[in-house]
């Protein structure tokens, strides 16, 4: 999975809690550095949970895995019927 397929698998179901390429504060976020792809919760300004990879797909399976673990996202995907497993 590229961070293309992930944003339009995420914008497929309508969930927009993420930030895919930069930081956004409070959203997950996925985003590519020197060091490998960093996944984690920006709070405050803060790297809350960083996890880096040196792989893309390891890293966009993450975020998915953290956006569609989070309560909120659930619900909305609960009421509109839509599970959110990734294609």
Same mark, same amino acid.
């Given at each position: 999975?590229?961070?293309?397929?992930?944003?339009?698998?995420?914008?497929?179901?309508?969930?927009?809690?993420?930030?895919?390429?930069? *930081?956004?504060?409070? @959203?997950?976020? !996925?985003?590519?550095?020197?060091?490998?792809?960093? %996944?984690?919760?920006?709070? =405050?300004?803060?790297?809350?949970?960083?996890?880096?990879?040196?792989?893309? *797909?390891?890293?966009? @399976?993450?975020? !998915?895995?953290?956006?569609?673990?989070?309560?909120? %996202?659930?619900?909305?995907? =609960?009421?509109?019927?839509?599970?959110?497993?990734?294609?």
């Amino acid at each position: 999975m590229t961070a293309a397929d992930l944003a339009a698998h995420l914008a497929s179901l309508g969930v927009d809690v993420h930030s895919i390429g930069r *930081d956004l504060d409070e @959203r997950y976020c !996925l985003v590519e550095a020197p060091d490998g792809w960093h %996944v984690y919760y920006s709070e =405050r300004g803060q790297k809350s949970g960083l996890r880096i990879f040196r792989d893309e *797909d390891a890293a966009c @399976r993450a975020l !998915l895995r953290d956006v569609l673990a989070d309560h909120g %996202v659930q619900a909305r995907l =609960r009421t509109s019927g839509n599970s959110g497993s990734a294609t």
